[in-house]
Antibody
Framework: EVQLVESGGGLVQPGGSLRLSCAAS????????MSWVRQAPGKGLEWVAT????????YYVDSVKGRFTISRDNAKNSLYLQMNSLRAEDTAVYYC?????????????WGQGTMVTVSS | SYMLTQPPSVSVAPGKTARITCGGN??????VHWYQQKPGQAPVLVIY???DRPSGIPERFSGSNSGNTATLTISRVEAGDEADYFC???????????FGGGTKLTVL
């Protein structure tokens, strides 16, 4: 079964850091672009970051540039999102999703999401 | 930056046809994807590359894209189609993924 499972969410103070992980299974992880998409409570979907199969290309939404870093470990079938200098407005459910390339691929597989709450 | 505009809500009676629009400057030149999200669940891809359906998505779901508007059409609407729907494109000028604000489909 094709599956993405996120972990690492939780409560963090403003200015703090958190590292999200996404474990992939059921497909050849190294062959796919991967992305993070978030959704603030009661709001719509917001793309966060995308990484190419070999990690050579990375793209970020402007609001997280310089604070968040997307990475992957193809040997471990895992995707990561290092989040630093967290702000209240980063509070959201963070989804790991397969796809989202610069060639316009859709997000065809989504994880169940992990909640990040930034609050003092 | 590129923006996608969706109506906040669309209402339709069971058995009728729902049309959800996604407006953007010359969106017809871009590839549009559509997602369905039910409360408390992750989004699900329902249309990709403007009009293709993933396996497992009913034929009642279709898509089109031309000019400044992309449209998701749901025929013979069922109660189970009630959900939020989001359109999405890749904006080449900014190297960003862009989502529409979402449309809540209510089945009367």
């Amino acid at each position: 079964e094709v599956q993405l499972v996120e972990s690492g969410g939780g409560l963090v103070q403003p200015g703090g850091s958190l590292r999200l992980s996404c474990a992939a299974s059921g497909f050849t992880f190294s062959s796919y672009w991967m992305s993070w998409v978030r959704q603030a409570p009661g709001k719509g979907l917001e793309w966060v970051a995308t990484i190419k199969q070999d990690g050579s290309e990375k793209y970020y939404v402007d609001s997280v540039k310089g604070r968040f870093t997307i990475s992957r470990d193809n040997a471990k079938n895992s995707l990561y999102l290092q989040m630093n200098s967290l702000r209240a407005e980063d509070t959201a459910v963070y989804y790991c999703a397969r796809g989202g390339s610069s060639t316009g691929l859709a997000f065809d597989i989504w994880g169940q999401g992990t909640m990040v709450t930034v609050s003092s | 930056s590129y923006m996608l505009t969706q109506p906040p809500s669309v209402s339709v009676a069971p058995g009728k046809t729902a049309r959800i629009t996604c407006g953007g400057n010359n969106i017809g030149s871009k590839t549009v994807h559509w997602y369905q999200q039910k409360p408390g669940q992750a989004p699900v891809l329902v249309i990709y590359y403007d009009s293709d359906r993933p396996s497992g998505i009913p034929e009642r779901f279709s898509g089109s894209n031309s000019g400044n508007t992309a449209t998701l059409t749901i025929s013979r609407v069922e109660a189970g189609d009630e959900a939020d729907y989001f359109c999405q494109v890749w904006d080449n000028s900014s190297d960003h993924v862009v989502f529409g604000g979402g449309t809540k489909l209510t089945v009367l």
